[in-house]
C-alpha cells in the first residue's frame, strides 16, 4: 500500500526552482522523522534533507542554503523547497517517514518524483 506520495517534480532550467511535496495516508508527520531522497542515474540513493520530531534539520553538504525541507502538522504535509537548481541535482526525489508510533511504526517510502535540471 503507497503511504506516501510525492509531487512537484518537473524540468528547470539551471537556476530555476521547484517546490517538492509529500503527503501521507495513515502516517503522522507530527510523529515522525521525515526525508528526502534522491537516485541520480549511476549514483547511489543519498539523503537530501532531513527534519526530526523536534524539527531539528540537516541536510547534504552539497544542498546546503539551496534546499528547505520543512513540515506543515495542520495539513500533514512535508515540502522541500529547492532553490538555484544545479544539473546535478538532477535525480528522481523520494519521501522517506519513519514513523515513531503505531502498528505502521517505522520506515516508509513513496514512489518518487523526477526532478530535472538542464539547459
Known amino acids: 500500500q503507497q503511504r506516501l506520495v510525492e509531487s512537484g517534480g518537473g524540468s528547470v532550467q539551471p537556476g530555476g526552482s521547484l517546490r517538492l511535496r509529500c503527503a501521507a495516508s495513515g502516517i503522522a508527520f507530527s510523529l515522525s522523522t521525515v526525508a528526502w531522497y534522491r537516485q541520480a542515474p549511476g549514483k547511489q540513493r543519498e539523503l537530501v534533507a532531513r527534519?526530526?520530531?523536534?524539527?531539528?534539520?540537516n541536510y547534504a553538504d552539497s544542498v546546503q542554503g539551496r534546499f528547505t525541507i520543512s513540515r506543515e502538522a495542520r495539513e500533514n504535509m512535508v515540502y522541500l523547497q529547492m532553490t538555484s537548481l544545479k544539473p546535478e541535482d538532477t535525480a528522481v526525489y523520494y519521501c522517506?517517514?519513519?514513523?515513531?508510533?503505531?502498528?505502521?511504526?517505522?520506515?516508509?517510502w513513496g514512489q518518487g518524483t523526477q526532478v530535472t535540471v538542464s539547459s
Open positions: 527534519i526530526a520530531v523536534d524539527d531539528t534539520t
Open positions: 522517506n517517514a519513519n514513523l515513531h508510533v503505531g502498528p505502521l511504526r517505522g520506515d516508509h
